[in-house]
């Protein structure tokens, strides 16, 4: 069994649904992180993303938020701390409520 040194984290990488965001987050995710994949407007590479980390055993959601908007990024982390595990790391990278498999 790989040593999973982020099992048990939940992880929010902002930007995650393309580059460099996208990349960290897989990173994350091989390393044992639950992961929030946030997005403000591509739900499809944040819907892509979410896949490829489920397909791979992990676990994710995707989660629009506009970063500019306080009322949207209260919401995400409200969601974010309701969420089994809360969030236990962060990275960030450059309104509407989730349903968390988890």
């Keep these: 069994m790989a040593h999973k040194p982020l099992q ?3 992880a929010l990488v902002t930007g995650s649904g393309r580059g460099i965001g996208r990349e960290i987050a897989l990173r994350l995710a091989h390393d044992g992180a639950s992961l929030v994949i946030h997005f403000s407007g591509s739900e499809a590479g944040a819907k892509d993303t979410v896949t490829t980390i489920q397909g791979a055993g992990g676990k994710a959601v995707a989660y629009r938020a506009d970063i500019a908007r306080r009322a949207e990024v209260q ?3 409200s969601a974010i701390d309701q969420a089994p595990g809360g ?3 962060g990275r960030r990278r450059g309104d509407r409520k989730s349903h ?3």
């Design 8 to 10: 048990g984290k939940v």
């Design 75 to 77: 919401a995400l982390f």
């Design 100 to 102: 968390y498999p988890w």
């Design 87 to 89: 969030s236990n790391t």
